[in-house]
């Protein structure tokens, strides 16, 4: 048992020290950015559509809630597309934030409901970005995997 658990401990501080992955910091944003927008609209109510937004309803209304995260959603977007060390670590811990009192409040809702583990997801993967960005002391460690298709595109055009 201690040895499997020494073999997670290892695996996660290895990880921590890979690259991030662009694309999948960019999918996150791009997902908290269109979540926000989803709650921030005008045309419909989501709060009022089940019990499970109660909880949430009670502390902030939608627009609230929304325009948080389409703020956290621009940082991360700004911070992955200008290679902006600052802003990717700031919008990922508030994106840790975000996600985490999402979770919870999802489960207060209803413990049986899909979105809170989604929720803990988003805010393990935000968390994630910002520990390595933490941790790793250079500039903006994309993954060169993320580079490859304008890497080709740039040369074929030359």
Known sequence: MFSFLRRLWEGLAA???????????MTLS?????????????FWNVFTT????A??????PELAWGLLAIGVGLVMIYGVLRHSKKSLT??????FIHWLLIAFYYFVGDWRN???ITSAAMALYCASIYLNLKVIEDDLPFAEDGDKISNRREEAEQ
């Open 90 to 95: 700031s919008g990922a811990f508030a994106g």
């Open 114 to 116: 899909t979105g809170g």
């Open 15 to 25: 990880a921590l020290i890979r690259p991030i992955n662009k694309v999948a910091a």
């Open 50 to 53: 089940a019990p499970i937004y």
């Open 30 to 42: 791009i997902y908290t950015l269109v979540w926000g927008v989803w709650l921030a609209s005008p």
């Open 55 to 60: 909880e949430l309803r009670d502390i902030a």
